[in-house]
């Protein structure tokens, strides 16, 4: 499948904001955005005023590249949740939280979400006691998740437990810092959701 390969601070410098895709680089002075918040490429002294339809695109793009979806996946996460009852932003937002690869790194079992999707590829997680492979897994309430023998002996098991605490968790996850294991006990409120970007814009920008 196609996936972006290319460095991820460029999107950042971009976007012209921090969407946190480098898990705790971001927080450091090594962060692209510290050391050249311009955009990439050749720099222009023209300020170029940018349209409403700009700004739904690049709102659309910047919760794309937060959750590491393609456009395609991106769009059957809109499809559906103009299809559930509701209102589609907070369905859009809950279902790309719940994702499970998401969940890990909420859960602060991974460091960012590249690295959560990492170790749910490479099986080393489990949902419910059975090996989940795939990170566009909804979780649900009352979801429990571990990690399988060979997560516990890989390098991410061991790293997990350097930075484990050192980011907040949401309401919506229990872990337990003993065996680094997570536990879905509600749904996010909007709130919870560290979404940089605004849904309603997304859903002008599909509703046109």
């Known amino acids: 499948m196609a ?6 601070c460029r999107l950042c410098r971009r976007n012209g ?10 927080f450091s002075p090594k962060c692209a955005m510290e050391r050249r918040p311009t955009p990439p490429g050749q720099h222009s002294t023209r300020r170029r005023k940018v349209s409403d339809r700009g700004m739904q695109l690049r709102e659309k793009q910047k919760a794309r590249q937060t ?20 209102a589609t932003g907070e369905n859009l937002l809950t279902m790309l939280e719940m ?5 890990v790194y909420r859960a602060g079992l991974a ?5 959560a999707r990492q170790i749910v590829l490479h099986g080393h997680i489990t949902l419910n006691s059975h090996k989940a492979d795939i990170p566009s897994i909804e979780v649900v309430s009352g979801d429990k998740i571990g990690w399988s023998n060979r997560g516990r002996r890989s390098k ?18 229990h872990v337990d810092p003993a065996s ?8 996010p409120a909007r709130g919870e959701i560290d979404a940089r970007f605004d849904e309603n814009l997304i859903i002008e920008y599909y509703s046109r």
């Open 99 to 103: 994702r499970l690869d998401n969940t």
């Open 67 to 86: 959750y590491g979806l393609l456009e395609r996946q991106f769009r059957r996460v809109y499809k559906e949740a103009v299809r559930r009852n509701g």
């Open 111 to 115: 460091e960012s979400r590249a690295q």
């Open 17 to 26: 904001e921090k969407l946190f895709l480098k898990g705790e680089r971001c």
């Open 180 to 187: 680094l294991e997570g536990e879905v006990i509600g749904m």
């Open 3 to 8: 996936r972006y390969n290319d460095a991820v």
């Open 156 to 173: 991410f098991f061991e790293m997990v437990k350097q930075w484990q605490g050192a980011r907040p968790v949401p309401g919506w996850v």
